[in-house]
């Protein structure tokens, strides 16, 4: 994996091409879509590109169950979180995995974005408090493979899937929901939407991959290349 060259969109983190980064009042640089249309989420960052060395550690764990892979996704996590954190207003912040539908999570044996979850905020440092709830969403029915579906497709794919078990914990606290990978951005979107109509004051996303329309990147700068998968998987902490 190279790193990443170019620009990336201050709120959905899509990799810009140079010739269509244009910056908003602020200063900040904005895809088009998210200049025409916002997210319901404030910012979501990743690590990296979702192709090569990286999406094939991802698959050692989800798919291949080779559990020390979520030790170093979780070492990336932590820097995307890091980065994330300047942002962040409150000092209490809830974390939140993508849940999996109950079949699926016993049919996998885990939820991939709780294991990594869970590496990752035992390395993150800083004075903002976060406090772990993987039990505060619940995906109550079972969806389709988005592969191939229409946007608008995607979204009615998702309605409803998802429910906040708990929404006294995130009643006007700001909420960091945490996944392995970005693809389209319809998941993190519907779950955004979920956790804000059920109280959160804002909610921010963090991904260890997202697939970008550009190049194989790296979306934050200067981070660890990756090297063979296997000899990754293998590493401890």
């Not at 060259?5 to 091409?17: H, K, Q």
């Not at 890091?82 to 109950?102: G, T």
């Not at 016993?106 to 772990?132: D, Y």
Request: aromatic share 4%; hydrophobic share 45%; glycine share 8%.
């Amino acid at each position: 994996m190279l790193p990443f060259e170019g620009a990336t969109c201050s709120v959905c983190g899509e990799a810009i091409p140079h010739s269509y980064a244009f910056a908003d009042d602020a200063g900040e640089l904005r895809c088009t879509l998210c200049r025409r249309m916002g997210p319901p989420f404030a910012r979501a960052a990743a690590y990296g590109s979702y192709d090569g060395g990286l999406r094939e550690l991802i698959h050692l764990l989800k798919y291949d169950r080779v559990k020390p892979a979520a030790n170093v996704l979780g070492r990336m996590l932590a820097e995307v979180i890091v980065e994330l954190e300047p942002s962040i207003e409150q000092k209490n912040v809830v974390v939140v995995p993508v849940p999996l539908h109950a079949r699926k999570l016993k049919q996998r044996g885990f939820n991939q974005a709780e294991l990594i979850a869970r590496a990752a905020l035992k390395l993150v440092p800083g004075s903002t408090q976060m406090e772990f709830a993987p039990l505060l969403m619940e995906r109550v029915r079972e969806t389709a493979s988005q592969i191939g579906l229409t946007s608008r497709q995607r979204r009615e794919n998702l309605r409803g899937a998802c429910v906040v078990r708990q929404p006294e914990k995130i009643a006007r606290q700001e909420v960091l929901l945490v996944d392995d990978v970005m693809t389209t951005g319809t998941t993190a979107s519907e779950c955004a939407r979920i956790l804000k109509r059920a109280g959160a004051a804002e909610v921010w996303v963090a991904t260890v991959a997202r697939t970008m329309k550009v190049q194989r990147t790296f979306a934050l700068q200067g981070k660890l290349a990756i090297e063979g998968p296997l000899a990754l998987a293998a590493a401890k902490g």
